[in-house]
């Protein structure tokens, strides 16, 4: 199982913009497809984007597209999601996961490995 944990979470003005890292540790995942999701209040944890292990195939929700881009390096076990053009609607637990294989899928459960979430708020 690989540890998975998430930092660059904060409070933000609408418009601005954040980095989350998230850094594995346990094993390596450069073999894995790793993901983002986000749980805001009240609603249901839902998929951002997520990205092959070579970061060939990217796949964004429609609500990131254009605004937020996710990256990995390998070599540091680490995944990023630069997020910009923030709006209060992106405030939200985001979460990182790591996906069984290198299928780059939107479905929370073929993901098996978990952080423990960062906090985001967008201020309006």
Not at 16 to 44: D, H, Y
Not at 64 to 78: E, H, M, Y
Request: aromatic share 10%; with cysteine.
């Amino acid at each position: 199982q690989v540890q998975l944990v998430e930092s660059g979470g904060g409070l933000v003005q609408a418009g601005g913009s954040l980095r989350l890292s998230c850094v594995a540790s346990g094993r390596t995942i450069s073999r894995n497809a790793m993901g983002w999701f986000r749980q805001a209040p009240g609603k249901e944890r839902e998929f951002v984007a997520a990205l092959s292990w070579g970061g060939a195939t990217i796949y964004y929700s429609d609500s990131v597209k254009g605004r937020f881009t996710i990256s990995r390096v390998n070599a540091k076990n680490t995944v990023y999601l630069q997020m910009n053009s923030l709006k209060p609607e992106d405030t939200a637990v985001y979460y990182c996961a790591a996906h069984r294989s290198n299928m780059v899928t939107t479905t929370q459960s073929e993901y098996d490995s978990w952080g423990q979430g960062t906090q985001v708020t967008v201020s309006s």
